[in-house]
């Protein structure tokens, strides 16, 4: 099992997570509670919201909690229109991705 590791930059109105590791039931609140963090993070800037990106390229596993948080944060960022995006997407991923029809949405 790959403990999940996060690393944030922030470059020109746009905060990066990257994810590694995986992403199961055991690791989703951690997740969660970080973007939730910078969803606030982004909502306070001044002329026009942050975009937050999550880079998933070295998410090694995600199962269906996992999928849950990132799609319960993506409505969150919806309501208070802030951009989210998910990059990096690894192949069994996106596939996960198109299966369930979250493709269009999450990325």
């Known amino acids: 099992m790959d403990p999940l590791h996060l690393t944030t930059t922030r470059h020109e109105g746009t905060l990066t997570v990257r994810v590694a590791g995986e992403l199961d039931i055991a690791t989703t609140e951690l997740l969660r509670g970080h973007l939730l963090d910078l969803l606030q993070e982004a909502g306070r800037a001044r002329h026009t919201p942050a975009t937050l990106v999550v880079e998933v390229s070295r ?47 999450l990325t």
């Open 59 to 105: 998410l090694s596993f995600i199962d269906a909690a996992g999928l849950g948080i990132l799609i319960s944060v993506h409505k969150h960022a919806l309501r208070q229109r802030t951009p989210m995006r998910i990059a990096g997407v690894p192949p069994r991923m996106r596939r996960l991705l198109r299966i369930t029809g979250l493709d269009g949405q």
